[in-house]
């Protein structure tokens, strides 16, 4: 049977650009994934950075259960009890005044919505997104990802700018060196300036930029292009895709860099790895768009099923106190990770808040050259030694492992994961060696 589904995989499904293991996947549980063999294999990216609450928690297969004997799905126009619920539970999740959600249900859609919403609200529809983004694929979105993937499509939207991202380690205006001082900003908003019609709708960013090798940016920098944004009679989006609900130790990135934007999406670590997005604004925003006709009408919009779990996950995080476990296990891994650093001249940075790391791989820490092989080489025999890890590998800018566990995970298995990369690194730079 394996062996027919494995040829199966290959006769049958469209290849999109997905990793390829040597088996097929049969099952997940807490931090742990096992594959058609019984072989079991530590997760170190919560499934596609979703699972912060651990795989097939028994608070999800319950909400899924309930939601079985409840309602799966509605007419889209009918409002399900338990999205009121939601509707109500988000809102004190998130800084005032944000209040107001649209249930969707990827992340790719919830900033379709929100580049809607900030067009119709603003009248304009230019839109500014940072050096190394990544919103998702769909049109809208995918116009203002610059991560990856952009080649072969054709045109993007009309109106789609890109600004150098604050990346202090590979400052990408070759200005500073490990200290952003905002210049990139200003650098890319005057170009921005000169090229805009003034008709500016909005600057979309993930507080972290996670695809684009986990970059954090200063601590002052949303304060900073929020007020630049309306400078310019724009909207500050912020893509809380990864960051939200105690990613990074905080109930959202925003409450961590001490801004509130005028439109948030949310999306995967809501769902838990169940396809659950949202949209959320203001009152007044909220008001002046419906005002104006504002329609955003999907198969799956307010679908009670991953409703119920989004409030599932919702009551895991506070009642398992997962905020706390991911600034103290982050504290931990950070702690293991520079330890790793001074053992590994190829370890040229180590970045990131709370359960959301980067670890850069370079070819010496002078140079800063990135190291593509040693990354590839690294992952692969991560993967062999039971460590499934992400390398995102940008050929301009760097090799970095992204380390985003299950908050739930336990210390133990943050050492073994640790142990494999180290392993792995050795093995990896002895094979480069000859
Ligand atoms: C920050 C961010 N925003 C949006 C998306 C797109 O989400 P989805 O793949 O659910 O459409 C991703 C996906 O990786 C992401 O990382």
Sequence with gaps: ??????????????????????????????????????????????????????????????????????AVHLFSGMI????????????????????????????????????????????????????????GTGAGAGSVSYASDRKGYGPTIPGTYVIPEPNAYRCPIEHCRDACDGACMRVGLNMFDMA???????????????????????????????????????????????????RIGKK?????????????????????????????????????IHDKGFTFYTSHVSDPL?????????????????????????????ARLNDLQQKHEAIGDVRGEGLMMGVELVKDRESRQPDHELGALTTERCFELGLSMNIRRRPERGAVWRIAPPLTITKAELDQGVDILDQALSDSLNKLAG
């Excluded at 950075?49 to 004997?69: F, L, R, S, Y």
């Excluded at 379709?112 to 983004?133: D, F, N, P, Q, Y």
């Excluded at 996670?210 to 909207?235: Q, T």
């Design 306 to 334: 991953p409703a119920a779990v989004g409030l599932a996950v919702l009551a895991t995080i506070e009642a398992e106190d997962l905020m706390a476990a991911a600034v103290e296990k982050g504290a931990y891994l950070r």
């Design 80 to 135: 399900p009890e338990v999205v009121a619920e939601l509707g109500a539970k988000l809102a004190g999740w998130m800084p005032a005044p944000l209040k107001k959600s649209l249930f969707l249900n990827t992340g790719g859609e919830s900033n379709e919505a929100a580049l809607r919403m900030a067009k119709l609200h603003t009248g304009g529809h230019e839109v500014i997104a940072l050096g190394g983004s990544w919103h």
């Design 1 to 70: 049977m394996t062996d027919d589904l494995k040829a199966a995989a290959q006769e049958y499904l469209v290849r999109y650009g997905s990793d390829s293991f040597p088996n097929l996947f049969t099952s997940a549980k807490g931090s742990i994934v096992t594959d058609s063999t019984g072989r079991e294999v530590l997760d170190f990216t919560s499934g596609q950075m979703c699972a912060t609450i651990g795989h097939n928690h028994p608070a999800i297969v319950a909400a899924i259960e309930d939601a079985g004997k409840k």
């Design 252 to 288: 959202t990135a925003a409450e961590h860099f001490g801004v509130v934007p005028d439109i948030m999406a949310v999306s995967k670590t809501l769902g838990g790895g169940v396809p659950l997005a949202a949209t959320v604004t203001s009152d007044e925003i909220e008001a002046d």
């Design 196 to 246: 805009s019609r003034g008709e500016g709708a909005a600057i979309i960013a993930e507080p972290i930029i996670s695809a684009g090798g986990i970059i954090v940016p200063p601590d002052d920098y949303f304060v900073n292009l929020k007020r630049e944004a309306h400078k310019r009679g724009m909207l500050l989006v912020l893509d809380e895709a990864q960051t939200a609900f105690g």
